[in-house]
């Protein structure tokens, strides 16, 4: 296969991963952009094997070391994606970022152990050139700091991990930004040491620094804050696989990289805008520490209205309009088939029904609108906050299921940790209907005034047995 041939066929798979990404900003056209996604990666796998069989004049003994990373990489991915449970999918996305991160690091090591074996056109014993020698540094310090921090991420996701790093709190300490920044200047200092001396200790040295930073500047982060933690991580892994790219000189690697970074880095900043964080602090690993102090302390016991699943079901059903608001806790309680019925008894009963999506629902960007897809939730009642807000006044009722900060009018008040945090104006329908566990605060840690208000009524246990409960009672 010639390399103009190569070219040409990592072209057409850049194209497809274009496709993809625009496949999959919308979820009418998410599986058309899958298809994309999955045809650019296999074009880009068979050309790589085909060029590594080439460059290894013919021989399939490298090959087959390939072959056998594939099996055993896709069938386990295949494995996971069969398995996993929407509610873990934020740990999945943790998972496989982490896993980029590493191979991004592993593929650097491997090119400054043995250049010549690595980077085309280098002699044996020749040394790398700077230009190389600096896309190493960027893209190893790059993947082990989204190792290492993605490693946390999941840990924090996770939320079954004792140690204390894995815990959803933040984890802060006295000088805690000093010592990233001192860090951080010393993991420069070392890699352009290295890109400029080609000194292996300088190498190592930086790339442990590298892992260390990873772990830094993801433990002050809340749980309240993940949502932007795994668009971040999303962002990183790309540009360290396309800092990689340029190292070896794949220009697959290069356009995939770079779009994956590109729309992660700005996924992240429209995380930000909906969660009235600063980009730049995002970056740095900066945020998360205001919103969990307002966490600590003994909160007072305040009286709510409760009522029982029946009582939210005659609710509803003499409604004209009813908003549906989705949080974590359906995720959860996998409540949202349950939902989908019930909409579809008050859809039959002519209830004009619609659900209303935050930027930052659940833990991850899009989690609820995964969690609408797979119930098959018609697409055309599905509104994002910006769409959906200025109805909320209109609305008869207003059922949130397991929300909390997304809906909390703190962040209308100065002064508040989440104060101008964009948010979906549920407290201005007529009547709210609030579903949870219990009064427990959210990731944010503060109390919900919402909850109180006179118009609310909050009905108490799991959100599957609670919805199925209201759809018998419509019936």
């Not at 991580?233 to 696989?241: E, Q, V």
């Not at 220009?251 to 600063?278: E, Q």
């Not at 102090?293 to 004209?320: F, H, I, W």
Request: with cysteine.
């Amino acid at each position: 296969m010639s390399m103009n041939v190569v070219t040409l066929l990592y072209l057409v798979a850049s194209v497809c991963f274009i496709q993809a990404l625009k496949g999959l900003s919308h979820p009418t056209t998410s599986i058309r952009g899958n298809v994309f996604g999955m045809t650019g990666m296999a074009i880009a796998v068979v050309t790589t094997g085909a060029l590594i069989y080439k460059l290894a004049g013919g021989h399939l003994m490298g090959l087959g070391w390939v072959l056998l990373g594939l099996v055993a990489g896709g069938g386990y991915g295949a494995y996971r994606a069969k398995t996993v449970e929407m509610t873990k999918m934020p740990e999945l996305v943790a998972f496989f970022h982490s896993m980029i991160g590493l191979a991004a690091v592993f593929i650097a090591v491997a090119a400054v152990v043995e250049p010549a074996a690595m980077l085309e056109g280098l002699a044996k014993g020749a040394a790398i050139p700077t230009g190389n020698r600096l896309e190493l540094f960027l893209g190893a310090a790059i993947g082990a700091i989204t190792f290492s921090g993605s490693v946390i991420a999941f840990g924090k996701l996770s939320g079954t991990y004792k140690f204390r790093l894995f815990q959803g709190a933040p984890v802060q300490f006295a000088g805690q930004h000093m010592l990233n920044l001192v860090l951080g200047l010393a993991m420069i200092g070392l890699g352009l040491v290295f890109m400029f001396t080609e000194s292996w200790p300088a190498f190592f040295a930086m790339l442990a620094l590298a892992f260390v930073m990873g772990v830094l500047i993801i433990i002050p982060i809340g749980g309240a804050d993940m949502p932007v933690v795994v668009s971040m991580l999303n962002s990183y892994s790309g540009w360290a696989a396309a800092g990689i790219g340029f190292s070896l000189n794949n220009a697959m690697l290069i356009v995939a990289g770079s779009l994956v970074g590109s729309s992660g880095a700005i996924l992240s900043y429209i995380m930000c805008k909906a969660m009235n964080r600063s980009f730049f602090n995002v970056i740095l690993g900066g945020f998360g520490g205001e919103a969990v102090s307002a966490a600590g302390g003994a909160k007072e016991q305040r009286p709510v209205k409760s009522g029982s699943a029946d009582d939210a079901a005659y609710m509803l059903s003499n409604a004209e309009t009813v908003i549906i608001v989705p949080g974590y806790g359906l995720a959860v309680a996998r409540a949202q088939h349950a939902v989908n019925e019930l909409a579809e008894k008050l859809v039959h009963k002519g209830v004009t029904v619609k659900y209303a999506i935050h930027p930052v629902a659940g833990r991850m960007p899009g989690h609820m609108n995964v969690l609408l897809a797979e119930a098959e939730v018609p697409y055309d009642q599905v509104f994002e906050m910006e769409d959906i807000n200025g109805e909320f006044a209109q609305a008869d009722v207003a059922i949130i299921l397991g929300a909390n900060d997304v809906v909390n009018p703190a962040a209308l008040t100065k002064g508040s940790p989440i104060y101008g945090m964009p948010i979906l104006e549920a407290y201005k329908a007529k009547t709210v209907i609030v579903n949870k566990r219990s009064m427990a605060a959210g990731y944010a840690g503060l109390d919900n005034e919402l909850f109180y208000m006179d118009k609310t009524m909050m009905v108490f246990g799991d959100a599957k047995k609670v919805v199925e409960d209201m759809g018998k009672a419509i019936e």
